[in-house]
T-cell receptor, first 115, second 113 residues
Framework: DTGVSQNPRHKITKRGQNVTFRCDPI?????LYWYRQTLGQGPEFLTY????????KSRLLSDRFSAERPKGSFSTLEIQRTEQGDSAMYLC?????????????FGPGTRLTVL | DQQVKQNSPSLSVQEGRISILNCDYT??????FLWYKKYPAEGPTFLIS?????DKNEDGRFTVFLNKSAKHLSLHIVPSQPGDSAVYFC????????????FGDGTTLTVKP
């Protein structure tokens, strides 16, 4: 399967713990995005990378959140000191980065539950 | 301020009939629009897209129409099939920031056999 993969698919953690999610994009895609989705809403943009450079971060991304994409391949999203409000589906997407016609392809997501 | 709006949370149609899903946007900088389909416990799957230089794009049973003056787009599915039952998201991006997409809250389509 050459699509976007995410691990783990589900994560249950206690409030205050740190969690890390991994995303492996489609191999030829140089852009990688993180979104968060809560029930009844569409995906909300968090951050994106062009190769290994993090180009934009949403104001939704508090200082407890950090994302990396070493070597421009896979990416990790870490949430420190989790709060119950962090419970959501975290989606990763990748794209070729084409100006004016860029299509993002999504992974299956990681569902985080903070108890 | 929600820049992409899908005002109908749900839509129910009979198998074989046409499904029309609507989407409105407010940001005039948006120049690329996409529709995604999402099944429960899965990520959104790309369905069809349209650039602002066009007013229609067709792919099999799916057609997207864009009305730039009204800042409105719609997705037509014909004929509708039970397997089309899913949540449909409209998304938009601005060419100057290729790829970062703003999503609507989705419309749940139910196609009844």
């Amino acid at each position: 399967d050459t699509g976007v993969s995410q691990n783990p698919r589900h994560k249950i953690t206690k409030r205050g713990q740190n969690v890390t999610f991994r995303c492996d994009p489609i191999s030829e895609h140089n852009r990688l995005y993180w979104y968060r989705q809560t029930l009844g809403q569409g995906p909300e943009f968090l951050t994106y990378f062009q190769n290994e450079a993090q180009l934009e971060k949403s104001r939704l991304l508090s200082d407890r959140f950090s994302a990396e994409r070493p070597k421009g391949s896979f990416s990790t999203l870490e949430i420190q000191r989790t709060e119950q409000g962090d419970s959501a589906m975290y989606l990763c997407a990748s794209s070729l980065g084409l100006t004016g016609s860029d299509t993002q392809y999504f992974g299956p997501g990681t569902r985080l539950t903070v108890l | 301020d929600q820049q992409v709006k899908q005002n109908s949370p749900s839509l129910s149609v009979q198998e074989g009939r046409i499904s029309i899903l609507n989407c409105d946007y407010t940001n005039s900088m948006f120049d690329y629009f996409l529709w995604y389909k999402k099944y429960p416990a899965e990520g959104p799957t790309f369905l069809i897209s349209i650039s602002s230089i066009k007013d229609k794009n067709e792919d099999g049973r799916f057609t997207v129409f864009l009305n730039k003056s009204a800042k409105h787009l719609s997705l037509h599915i014909v004929p509708s099939q039970p397997g089309d039952s899913a949540v449909y998201f409209c998304a938009a991006s601005a060419g100057t920031n290729a790829g970062k997409s703003t999503f609507g809250d989705g419309t749940t389509l139910t196609v009844k056999p």
